[in-house]
């Protein structure tokens, strides 16, 4: 009951994660995502691969993809209003 419940909050969040448009809000959305899927592991009873999903999935990745869209940011240049 608890492994079909994380199943299905899966498959909801992964969608959340497909068609979420703003990608500061996907990023988010990932790792959600990966908490999930953390604790999908632990009710799977495999607690090691649960922690590298939530060191790598929920921490890591995200923050690496905040890093590069704010770097993305910064480099662009102020558009012009064409006439």
């Known amino acids: 009951m608890l492994i079909d ?3 299905l909050l899966l498959a909801v969040t992964s969608t959340g994660v497909v068609l979420t ?3 500061v809000r996907q990023v988010l959305a990932l790792a959600v995502n990966g908490l999930v ?4 592991f632990m009710a799977l009873q495999a ?3 649960a922690f590298s999903q939530i060191v790598v999935g929920t921490a ?3 923050m ?3 890093a590069v869209l704010s770097s993305m940011r910064m480099n662009r240049k102020p558009d ?3 006439e």
């Open 37 to 40: 899927m953390a604790l999908l």
């Open 80 to 82: 012009r209003k064409r």
């Open 5 to 7: 419940s994380l199943l």
């Open 47 to 49: 607690p090691d691969v």
């Open 64 to 66: 690496l993809f905040l």
């Open 21 to 23: 448009r703003r990608s």
């Open 60 to 62: 890591a990745v995200p």
